[in-house]
């Protein structure tokens, strides 16, 4: 049982690699640095390919997500909990829970805006705000 454990870890752990490196440049670079940005934040945050995406998780809730618009060719960061967060460089679309921060592959990322946007997120979760479930720690 132990082996077949492991090997499905491998395997979900190889689906998000794939995720990465299956884009080109420079789209790839964008999403690999989202990712680093989003994990430095909190110890607690995870990471896990949710419906074909990677889902970051705080202490097993998923709280945002990477993915590239369709339409734009854009790698953007979807929040979960998106009606909770205002900011003006997150867009609702056609969603009714989730909000998403459009990207340019060839401009600097807005650190300190992504910071801001994930930590206010991060908040919703360590206030209580949106709660976390006792199995899902």
């Not at 940005?37 to 705080?58: A, H, N, Q, S, V």
Request: proline fraction near 5%.
């Amino acid at each position: 049982m132990f082996f077949v454990s492991c090997s499905y870890q491998s395997y979900l752990m190889q689906k998000l690699t794939d995720f990465y490196l299956n884009h080109d440049e420079p789209i790839k670079g964008c999403l690999l640095a989202l990712r680093e940005i989003i994990l430095k934040l909190d110890p607690e945050i995870t990471t896990e390919m949710k419906y074909g995406m990677p889902f970051f998780c705080y202490k097993g809730k998923m709280f945002c997500y990477l993915w590239v618009h369709k339409k734009r060719q854009q790698p953007y960061l979807g929040m979960v909990e998106g009606t909770h967060l205002n900011h003006s460089n997150l867009v609702i679309e056609k969603r009714s829970r989730m909000k998403i921060m459009l990207f340019n592959p060839n401009e600097d990322l807005p650190i300190e805006t992504i910071e801001l946007i994930v930590q206010e997120a991060l908040n919703l979760y360590r206030s209580g705000t949106i709660k976390i479930s006792p199995n899902k720690r």
